[in-house]
């Protein structure tokens, strides 16, 4: 059979086939499949001749076929069956081979756990599993994303509509399935988090700090009444930072303490500011994951420009020694601050931070806002916007 090889690697070369051979449905023995040739991906071809690659770790849908070798498509309305692919191997005359790892539709899981509610699982939700299976070439359809949502993370990517994810693990041995998280994650009440749920009482709240993150339904914290109380804004002229704005972004998702906060951070660019400020918030409108990742990502370059901005700045003296100058970074310029963090991947101009080219990864930012919140007052102002909750937990804003 042709063999299409692609870029050499050079811990092993792997062979990318493009299998011809007659479709077969005789599944090797565990002795067979040991002995059979490695492969990094191949090739199939629909009936158009429109080729998809398929290669290891990728997931993908797979279609039934019956004992001829015909693919079984899926009725209108049936979930897609996934796997996700760990091994690929070939026989001699080119009958290509893959081992998966199955994902269960949580209607699946029911069949094995009766009391499972599905009502709390999103339509494109999995349940990841190492039930091992396998199965001939011909049965993988197409290749798709599938994002694991981590709960507690608090660099969660965005799950869009359209994307398959998981955040249990099901045990089919055990039939059991666990979440992997290092804290409890659910709310007050005790229930599970439901992603599809439109209804803005079940929008769920989620609090950054390290020893904490855990989400919190709006219903929940308002019955509680798990409010904060706000100082006012100081008596004077100038404005000042909003003090809603000012307590969410004490609560950091890198530190257990309150985040010490200037009354008056220097030159910040207000939408970033804003952004900063918004609550984290996940479910219904607000998609799977939220904004969760994207307003983190705000505050700790928010954190990092405090400490540049307000660092004393270096003068020449007359004698040509640089000392400290007794004025602080206030009258810096966003456009001279360089926002650098190896940990979190940061290097960008504080003032370029919302550009595509050469900002701080803030693309589409306006999605993650929730409230539109003034964000310098003063004390004539009255109001200063919305209402804070308080994490029950650990009593920061959230």
């Given at each position: 059979?042709?063999?299409?090889?692609?870029?050499?690697?050079?811990?092993?070369?792997?062979?990318?086939?493009?299998?011809?051979?007659?479709?077969?449905?005789?599944?090797?023995?565990?002795?067979?499949?040991?002995?059979?040739?490695?492969?990094?991906?191949?090739?199939?071809?629909?009936?158009?001749?429109?080729?998809?690659?398929?290669?290891?770790?990728?997931?993908?849908?797979?279609?039934?076929?019956?004992?001829?070798?015909?693919?079984?498509?899926?009725?209108?309305?049936?979930?897609?069956?996934?796997a996700k692919i760990?091994?690929?191997?070939?026989?001699?005359?080119?009958?290509?081979?893959?081992r998966v790892y199955?994902?269960?539709?949580?209607?699946?899981?029911?069949?094995?756990?009766?009391?499972?509610?599905?009502?709390?699982?999103?339509k494109n939700e999995?349940?990841?599993?190492?039930?091992?299976?396998?199965?001939?070439?011909?049965?993988?359809?197409?290749?798709?994303?599938?994002?694991?949502?981590?709960?507690?993370?608090?660099?969660?990517?965005?799950?869009?509509?359209?994307?398959?994810?998981?955040?249990?693990?099901?045990?089919?041995?055990?039939?059991?399935?666990?979440?992997?998280?290092?804290?409890?994650?659910?709310?007050?009440?005790?229930?599970?988090?439901?992603?599809?749920?439109?209804?803005?009482?079940?929008?769920?709240?989620?609090?950054?700090?390290?020893?904490?993150?855990?989400?919190?339904?709006?219903?929940?914290?308002?019955?509680?009444?798990?409010?904060?109380?706000?100082?006012?804004?100081?008596?004077?002229?100038?404005?000042?930072?909003?003090?809603?704005?000012?307590?969410?972004?004490?609560?950091?998702?890198?530190?257990?303490?309150?985040?010490?906060?200037?009354?008056?951070?220097?030159?910040?660019?207000?939408?970033?500011?804003?952004?900063?400020?918004?609550?984290?918030?996940?479910?219904?409108?607000?998609?799977?994951?939220?904004?969760?990742?994207?307003?983190?990502?705000?505050?700790?370059?928010?954190?990092?420009?405090?400490?540049?901005?307000?660092?004393?700045?270096?003068?020449?003296?007359?004698?040509?020694?640089?000392?400290?100058?007794?004025?602080?970074?206030?009258?810096?310029?966003?456009?001279?601050?360089?926002?650098?963090?190896?940990?979190?991947?940061?290097?960008?101009?504080?003032?370029?931070?919302?550009?595509?080219?050469?900002?701080?990864?803030?693309?589409?930012?306006?999605?993650?806002?929730?409230?539109?919140?003034?964000?310098?007052?003063?004390?004539?102002?009255?109001?200063?916007?919305?209402?804070?909750?308080?994490?029950?937990?650990?009593?920061?804003?959230?």
């Amino acid at each position: 059979m042709p063999v299409r090889r692609r870029g050499r690697g050079r811990a092993r070369q792997w062979t990318h086939h493009k299998s011809k051979a007659a479709p077969s449905t005789v599944v090797p023995t565990e002795d067979e499949w040991e002995q059979l040739d490695q492969q990094g991906s191949f090739i199939v071809a629909d009936k158009n001749g429109r080729e998809s690659i398929f290669s290891l770790q990728d997931n993908a849908t797979v279609f039934r076929s019956d004992s001829r070798g015909n693919l079984i498509y899926p009725s209108p309305g049936e979930p897609e069956w996934i796997a996700k692919i760990k091994s690929i191997r070939s026989r001699q005359n080119g009958q290509i081979w893959v081992r998966v790892y199955w994902y269960y539709s949580p209607k699946d899981v029911q069949e094995y756990i009766p009391s499972l509610d599905t009502s709390h699982y999103a339509k494109n939700e999995r349940l990841y599993s190492h039930h091992a299976e396998l199965i001939p070439y011909f049965q993988l359809h197409r290749v798709v994303s599938m994002v694991h949502f981590l709960p507690d993370d608090p660099d969660q990517v965005p799950i869009h509509s359209h994307q398959f994810f998981y955040r249990h693990f099901f045990d089919i041995k055990s039939q059991e399935f666990s979440i992997r998280s290092a804290y409890s994650t659910e709310c007050l009440c005790k229930q599970p988090y439901n992603p599809t749920d439109t209804d803005p009482a079940y929008e769920m709240h989620w609090c950054p700090r390290p020893n904490c993150r855990r989400a919190y339904h709006d219903a929940c914290l308002r019955n509680g009444e798990h409010y904060m109380a706000l100082d006012p804004p100081p008596r004077w002229r100038s404005k000042v930072l909003n003090p809603i704005i000012h307590r969410r972004l004490a609560s950091s998702a890198d530190t257990e303490d309150n985040v010490i906060i200037p009354c008056r951070p220097s030159r910040i660019p207000t939408d970033l500011l804003r952004l900063a400020a918004q609550p984290i918030v996940r479910g219904g409108p607000r998609g799977v994951a939220g904004n969760v990742a994207m307003v983190v990502r705000a505050r700790r370059v928010v954190l990092l420009a405090i400490q540049e901005l307000d660092r004393p700045k270096q003068i020449d003296s007359d004698d040509g020694d640089s000392t400290d100058s007794e004025q602080s970074g206030s009258e810096s310029d966003p456009s001279d601050i360089r926002i650098r963090s190896a940990k979190h991947g940061f290097d960008f101009q504080l003032d370029r931070w919302d550009e595509e080219e050469g900002g701080g990864g803030f693309a589409g930012w306006e999605s993650a806002i929730v409230e539109g919140l003034d964000v310098w007052v003063s004390a004539k102002c009255g109001a200063v916007g919305e209402e804070v909750f308080v994490c029950p937990e650990c009593a920061g804003a959230i």
